[in-house]
């Protein structure tokens, strides 16, 4: 039994989002970890969402929700930036 830490950058939520949806960045900062290191931007933007302590479905579909506006906001505002 071990302390489990996990660091998080903005390209990985990114990357893990296309590949898997919601699902996936859900279990990234809430599975087997006790705690994340996250990069300044959208990792951390995302970590404040689940660091909420509710867990009913509406508070689920909440989350769902508020995660997908911000990885769909990084990546409208990060269009111009890309060389």
Known sequence: MGFHKRHID????ISLYKAG???????LYTK???????????ATEVGF???NDKSNI????NKEKQVIKLIEYHLVSH???IV
């Open 10 to 13: 903005n390209d990985q939520i």
């Open 21 to 27: 949806g919601f699902n996936v960045i859900n279990d």
């Open 32 to 42: 087997g970890v006790d705690c994340i290191i996250a990069e300044t931007g959208l």
């Open 49 to 51: 969402v689940f660091s």
């Open 58 to 61: 509406i508070s689920v579909l």
């Open 79 to 81: 269009i111009g930036k």
